[in-house]
């Protein structure tokens, strides 16, 4: 099973024992702001969230929950190749850890799985994801007004790419 490490977080596969942990992180309103769907309001939702994570076909996920000191405090991956997704509970905001993990993610992807890109869907105002891709190589490919209904209303998307070239041009010490 894969896992991975920087200094100060692991990434590892989803197990069902992280349930409380991850309706921790998805009924926070601050940090489901902008997801496609609003806070969890029961752990029965999260459960199916979290079995469904579990359950990915291998060849078309690579999904991992972000742990920081053994609790989990969000999630980064691709539920379904190759369109990435995360969130970290708001309590932990501001202090890198969603760059750090970003960044091992993405040498694990472009390093071991045929992955030509990473595509991601966005809310503009998501202005904190825009810039954690964006300082990670992702590039604007796309918007669409309208695109999602959520829970806070008809929202825009903002696509971005990354593609395994131009993330392979970078030096590994600027990564």
Not at 76 to 95: N, Q, Y
């Amino acid at each position: 099973m894969t896992t991975l490490r920087t200094d100060r977080l692991i990434l590892r596969r989803a197990r069902p024992d992280d349930l409380e942990a991850m309706h921790g992180v998805l009924s926070d309103e601050t940090a489901m702001q902008y997801w496609s769907h609003g806070p969890h309001e029961d752990i029965a939702r999260t459960k199916q969230w979290l079995d469904s994570m579990i359950e990915a076909p291998a060849g078309e996920s690579e999904d991992f929950v972000i742990t920081l000191d053994g609790q989990v405090i969000g999630k980064l991956g691709a539920w379904r190749l190759p369109e990435i997704g995360f969130i970290i509970h708001s309590d932990h905001w501001g202090r890198g850890y969603a760059a750090e993990a970003m960044r091992v993610f993405l040498a694990h992807i472009f390093e071991s799985r045929c992955v030509e890109c990473l595509t991601a869907d966005v809310d503009p105002r998501n202005t904190g994801s825009l810039r954690l891709l964006k300082c990670h190589g992702f590039v604007e490919t796309g918007y669409a007004p309208g695109n999602w209904n959520t829970h806070i209303g008809v929202c825009d998307s903002v696509f971005l790419r990354l593609d395994r070239a131009a993330w392979l041009k970078v030096p590994h010490g600027e990564r």
